[in-house]
């Protein structure tokens, strides 16, 4: 739908439009208003309204967008508000951020706007994890109080060091496809490949924003630019909250995953987290599909559970505190 609005309009369309005008009369409308002033883009996305007390906030994955969380948030209760985070250079014009603190630190500050206080309530898929743990950690650092941090199928960080500027792949990432050479040699070629298009394409639009602020291909350098992000994240700290992990079945994990953390009960986050992790195991055929119909009522069930539990413990919390 997007693709074609873009094609008939000769512009960008934003996704999320979709969310904040759910019928064909609103999106008219909004369309409408949209050509009018094209450049309008917000990185905080209301996905679901609701009673305003308790806010959920959805990171976005590696693709930069909230819109993998629609499926989830249409079967969560009626009173529960539910905004989506979406990254910078969505709207082609910014250029997306370079570092994992930078990234949670703008998402600080957006959902801010919306709830200037804690306690606030997170949750991450995939990508969207990591993220949510690290505004959660900064949230923690700051002295704000984070009520819910839910990480969706997202093993720790892979806190990888970062080699020649990040060109050459991390011998302990090189095996995460298999052990044999053919599998190493495969994943050298593709991590070097891949941050040489980077930074060309980085390159290139530097040099075209003096001509055009609009860069066709921002997309796919954000995307690139949080695929190393996701690799080389390392936290600066651990996290001494709670965190509550939905992930896959262990007999569902692909068996060439190399990687010690995916073996884990945990996905490793004992190492990262000092509070409690409770764990609650999600089905789903790959780990693609986890947001989509019918594997997003399942998650939403757990979602509802954990956040009734959170809501409750941080009203007492205020009470006592009266």
């Not at 309204?49 to 079967?75: K, Q, T, V």
């Not at 960080?157 to 792949?169: D, E, F, H, L, Q």
């Not at 700290?237 to 896959?248: A, I, K, P, T």
């Amino acid at each position: 739908m997007r693709k074609h609005l873009e094609e008939i309009s000769g512009r960008d369309f934003y996704l999320s439009l979709l969310f904040e005008n759910p019928t064909i009369e609103s999106l008219a409308s909004a369309l409408e208003q949209w050509q009018q002033d094209p450049e309008k883009w917000a990185s905080l996305v209301k996905i679901k309204d609701g009673d305003g007390s308790f806010p959920l906030f959805c990171c976005h994955p590696i693709e930069g967008n909230a819109i993998w969380y629609m499926e989830m948030a249409r079967e969560l209760p009626s009173w529960q508000k539910v905004y989506g985070l979406e990254a910078p250079g969505m709207d082609k014009l910014q250029f997306p951020l370079f570092t994992m603190e930078d990234l949670a630190a703008f998402h600080i500050k957006e959902m801010k706007k919306v709830q200037p206080h804690g306690p606030y309530f997170l949750t991450g898929y995939s990508f969207g994890g990591l993220l949510a743990f690290e505004v959660a950690r900064q949230l923690e650092c700051s002295g704000d109080n984070v009520g819910l941090l839910a990480i969706i199928d997202r093993s720790k960080p892979a806190a990888a060091p970062k080699i020649a500027g990040g060109a050459i792949c991390p011998a302990e990432l090189a095996c995460e496809r298999g052990f044999s050479f053919s599998d190493r040699f495969h994943s050298h070629w593709y991590w070097t490949n891949k941050w040489i298009r980077m930074e060309f394409r980085k390159s290139l639009a530097f040099f075209m924003r003096i001509f055009n602020p609009r860069i066709p291909f921002m997309r796919k350098i954000m995307r690139d630019v949080s695929y190393f992000m996701m690799m080389l994240y390392q936290p600066a700290s651990v996290y001494n909250g709670d965190m509550l992990l939905l992930r896959q079945e262990p007999e569902k994990r692909p068996s060439n995953r190399q990687a010690e953390r995916y073996y884990r009960e945990d996905y490793g986050w004992s190492d990262y987290v000092c509070g409690k992790i409770q764990i609650r195991h999600i089905p789903g055929e790959d780990h693609q599909g986890l947001m989509s119909r019918p594997y997003a009522a399942i998650i939403s069930s757990m979602m509802e559970e954990a956040i009734e539990e959170a809501r409750g413990r941080c009203c007492l919390e205020s009470d006592q505190r009266e």
